[in-house]
């Protein structure tokens, strides 16, 4: 990165005015750390009348040309997600249900791919992964929808939390729904379908797409064993379906779509939350996980978050001088192109979503100076009045957070971090 273009390097953030989170006095230190968090509100997300989340709400109003007040499926499952690994189960399940209800909505479009695989070419033919929060309806602009993992986050999620508990079990109408999806990812051939993944982005086979729809796949074996004896055939059926996209993912992992793109931190989310690559999952190669692991921290850690990819050009170096509001919240997947010519090399923005991610990972490894590492990374990613950042760019030649600020996202994987280490150090604890 070029000594003339950035005048500042270290993080603009100056919220966590006590020292970082130590192994000497973590407990402490974190009961200071909730009162400051408290204080600044920094992890209160408000879900909707739906349950649903809006991806910025706190920052966007109703007619933002950011589009950042709709709701996104990923997101949503994401947030639940970390609702329910902080222990509240009923906050996960009432957003669960808020994605169902959209969902049915779009139950036809998997049908109609179902019974003719090819309409599935054309991406606002297949269900829709953005939408209205308030109204739980499409929006009516064009939109890269071709995003299976975002599908897949949703099914995962809704059929782990009814295995976990007969209070959470699927309704019939959930069953119908839900009944679909392993026929429509079959459809569209999810082991090898071009999508848009999770930057919303150029269509590619990415293995973060096809590793989340693995794990729906099984948590989908799972609640069929449970609920009746299939057949041999509809098993044989579904486990070549899970297969295919194994294979896959043996083929390209430790990358997202080698050759072209390799290290994206896009691959952290099979680690955490997935877990499809841990001693517990589908895929126990400890060794891959530190592949991964290894990449993105040597290829994208930046001293104010991490890249989601080299060479990606959303918020690039001085992003909104480039682009007026309505375009920077444009879909670029047809003309990704266009938008990289604006990017100076080594001026990729730096994301606050995965510092936190990184620290669940560690922890779960029991290495705890990395945990506390990137939690305390992650902490000093937050703004001088507590808020959680999408990304950190370079405006004018100092790094600032965006626009999209505080983020949902980022809030539900800073309350997942420290609920783990609170976690990690009562398993100390208790350790013999």
């Given at each position: 990165m070029g000594k003339a273009l950035v005048k500042k390097q270290n993080n603009?953030?100056?919220?966590?005015?006590?020292?970082?989170?130590?192994?000497?006095?973590?407990?402490?230190?974190?009961?200071?750390?909730?009162?400051?968090?408290?204080?600044?509100?920094?992890?209160?997300?408000?879900?909707?009348?739906?349950?649903?989340?809006?991806?910025?709400?706190?920052?966007?109003?109703?007619?933002?040309?950011?589009?950042?007040?709709?709701?996104?499926?990923?997101?949503?499952?994401?947030?639940?997600?970390?609702?329910?690994?902080?222990?509240?189960?009923?906050?996960?399940?009432?957003?669960?249900?808020?994605?169902?209800?959209?969902l049915k909505t779009q139950a036809h479009k998997m049908e109609a791919i179902i019974d003719h695989p090819e309409l599935g070419q054309n991406v606002q033919r297949r269900p829709h992964v953005r939408f209205n929060a308030k109204t739980l309806k499409e929006l009516g602009e064009g939109w890269a929808h071709a995003q299976n993992d975002a599908l897949a986050y949703v099914a995962w999620l809704r059929l782990r939390l009814a295995g976990s508990d007969p209070q959470f079990r699927l309704s019939q109408h959930e069953r119908d729904l839900y009944d679909l999806f392993p026929a429509y990812f079959r459809a569209i051939?999810?082991?090898?379908?071009?999508?848009s993944g999770a930057w919303e982005e150029s269509r590619k086979v990415n293995s973060s797409s096809v590793g989340a729809v693995v794990a729906a796949l099984l948590e989908?074996?799972?609640?069929?064993?449970?609920?009746?004896r299939p057949s041999e055939a509809e098993?044989?059926?579904?486990?070549?379906?899970?297969?295919?996209?194994?294979?896959?993912?043996?083929?390209?992992?430790?990358?997202?779509?080698?050759?072209?793109?390799?290290?994206?931190?896009?691959?952290?989310?099979?680690?955490?939350?997935?877990?499809?690559?841990?001693?517990?999952?589908?895929?126990?190669?400890r060794g891959l996980q530190g592949w991964i692991l290894s990449l993105v921290r040597a290829r994208l850690l930046g001293a104010n978050g991490i890249k989601r990819y080299i060479g990606d050009s959303y918020y690039c170096q001085d992003y909104d001088k480039w682009l007026s509001p309505e375009q920077r919240a444009g879909d670029f997947s047809n003309r990704i192109e266009l938008r990289d010519e604006l990017l100076q090399p080594g001026c990729e923005a730096q994301w606050c979503l995965f510092d936190p991610l990184l620290s669940v990972i560690y922890g779960e490894r029991n290495l705890l100076a990395e945990q506390l590492e990137?939690?305390?990374?992650?902490?000093?990613?937050?703004?001088?009045?507590?808020?959680?950042?999408?990304?950190?760019?370079?405006?004018?030649?100092?790094?600032?957070?965006?626009?999209?600020?505080?983020?949902?996202?980022?809030?539900?994987?800073?309350?997942?971090?420290?609920?783990?280490?609170?976690?990690?150090?009562?398993?100390?604890?208790?350790?013999?």
């Open positions: 603009p953030s100056h919220f966590c005015s006590f020292p970082p989170l130590s192994a000497s006095d973590t407990r402490g230190q974190l009961r200071v750390l909730h009162r400051k968090l408290d204080d600044s509100g920094t992890l209160h997300i408000q879900a909707n009348q739906n349950g649903v989340y809006s991806a910025s709400c706190a920052s966007q109003t109703g007619d933002s040309p950011t589009g950042y007040q709709d709701a996104w499926l990923r997101d949503n499952a994401m947030i639940a997600f970390s609702r329910w690994q902080c222990g509240d189960s009923e906050s996960a399940f009432k957003t669960l249900q808020g994605l169902t209800t959209f051939r999810y082991w090898e379908d071009l999508d989908y074996q799972k609640l069929e064993k449970g609920r009746k098993r044989k059926r579904l486990d070549a379906l899970i297969n295919h996209g194994l294979q896959t993912l043996h083929q390209q992992l430790p990358f997202e779509s080698p050759p072209n793109r390799k290290t994206d931190a896009a691959t952290l989310f099979l680690i955490y939350p997935l877990r499809l690559i841990s001693p517990s999952g589908v895929i126990r190669d990137f939690l305390n990374r992650a902490l000093a990613q937050l703004t001088v009045d507590g808020a959680c950042a999408e990304l950190y760019y370079l405006k004018h030649g100092t790094y600032v957070p965006n626009e999209h600020t505080p983020l949902a996202w980022t809030q539900a994987n800073l309350a997942i971090a420290i609920h783990e280490l609170e976690s990690s150090l009562n398993r100390r604890k208790h350790r013999p």
